[in-house]
């Protein structure tokens, strides 16, 4: 007689977070990416879901936020514990964060009151969600903060820490910065450069950024990049396995210079190449080479 072999777990990720973090947007990224995607499910719906579409044996993505009638912080980690006992599933809990002051702007901008503040400021509603998720935000797998995320670059995260495409190994992502403009905050890994040689300085230069290759060359000449570009490597190596043991399916690493457009560019595009010829899965992007208005801010780009 034949033995068969059971199914893998089905991947199950429970999505929440702030009202105005992205909900909608994370649950149609995973939809997407070919999860069965459920949004605002009362929790005394989420065990009866499980099972109805266990038959199917499709990944399920359930967002449940504060809006739903019967929500509270303890059930829902009960039930996610309970969940979380079961062979038959990998349950992941993805949290949605954002600042006050972008969420008080969102909301304004859309003219939507806050679910939690119908008749009080934005502000009110925000903090007492706060207060009615941080059990939640204690207890999750991945935090995805969204204050400074594009649509795209949520999307993006929401896929890479869920994704299906069956490969278990570490997919990395690689983006350049300008320390003048803030941290990226979904960043794990974070280097500055800016104590390379800064093509800024080279008026025929300036325009250009650290895609063009006379940019390179003065980055890569500096005495020091070299022996720098060496040691990072040298780290990543022994760090990026250890990652990967430990289950994380995605890794974000920031390179920051002064303005974003010069030597973190190269350096972010050198570290992207390395990580593909060491058989890694690579993203890249650079995320202040297009903003406008440094230099007439004063912001000297590099």
Request: hydrophobic content about 40%.
């Amino acid at each position: 007689m034949t033995a068969f072999a059971p199914p893998p777990p089905r991947p199950l990720v429970l999505v929440t977070g702030l009202s105005g973090a992205g909900l909608s947007t994370a649950l149609k990224a995973l939809e997407d990416h070919g999860y069965e995607a459920v949004d605002n499910l009362r929790l005394s719906l989420v065990m009866a879901l499980v099972e109805q579409s266990d038959a199917m044996h499709r990944p399920l993505a359930i967002g449940i936020d504060s809006r739903t009638r019967d929500f509270d912080s303890y059930i829902f980690l009960e039930q996610l514990a309970a969940l979380q006992r079961r062979a038959d599933l990998t349950v992941r809990l993805v949290f949605l964060d954002c600042s006050d002051e972008v969420l008080q702007r969102r909301f304004t901008e859309t003219r939507r009151r806050h679910p939690l503040a119908a008749d009080r400021p934005v502000a009110d509603g925000i903090q007492r969600e706060r207060i009615l998720l941080a059990l939640l935000k204690d207890h999750a797998d991945t935090t995805i903060d969204t204050s400074d995320l594009s649509i795209r670059d949520l999307r993006r995260l929401a896929v890479g820490h869920c994704r299906l495409d069956g490969d278990s190994g570490l997919n990395v992502f690689v983006t350049s910065f300008s320390f003048r403009l803030g941290l990226p905050r979904e960043a794990d890994l974070v280097f500055d450069v800016r104590f390379l040689d800064n093509p800024y300085y080279v008026p025929s230069l300036r325009p250009l950024s650290g895609l063009d290759a006379g940019v390179v060359e003065v980055v890569t000449a500096d005495r020091d990049f070299a022996a720098f570009f060496e040691h990072l490597t040298g780290l990543l190596r022994s760090l990026l396995p250890r990652y990967n043991q430990e289950g994380k399916s995605y890794l974000t690493i920031a390179i920051g210079c002064t303005g974003g457009r010069h030597r973190s560019v190269v350096v972010a595009e050198r570290l992207a190449g390395w990580l593909r010829d060491e058989g890694y899965k690579v993203g890249s992007s650079h995320r202040d080479l297009e903003r406008s208005g440094l230099e007439r801010s004063g912001l000297r780009p590099g």
